[in-house]
């Protein structure tokens, strides 16, 4: 867990210069707000689109997905 942020920092670095597309539950460690945080070091415009189902590799029916995508303007 402590190492995570830092992973995910490895990740989006590494594809930088593309479109990032995240499907992540809300109850996730790091939280929504951390890895959007991150997310918006990377891309120019971040959107967060939080999805009335339930996660699907959660076991857990009160965690729910949450796609967030990144991009460059145009």
């Not at 830092?6 to 790091?30: M, V, W």
């Not at 967060?48 to 303007?73: F, K, M």
Request: aromatic letters at 6%; glycine letters at 2%; charged letters at 25%.
């Amino acid at each position: 867990k402590a190492q995570i942020l830092t992973e995910f920092e490895k990740l989006l670095s590494q594809h930088q210069n593309a479109t990032i597309a995240i499907s992540y539950r809300d109850d996730g460690i790091p939280s929504i707000t951390e890895l959007t945080k991150l997310l918006k070091m990377y891309k120019s415009v971040v959107k967060v689109s939080h999805l009335p189902i339930n996660y699907v590799l959660s076991r857990s029916s009160s965690s729910h997905e949450t796609l967030l995508v990144g991009r460059d303007r145009a």
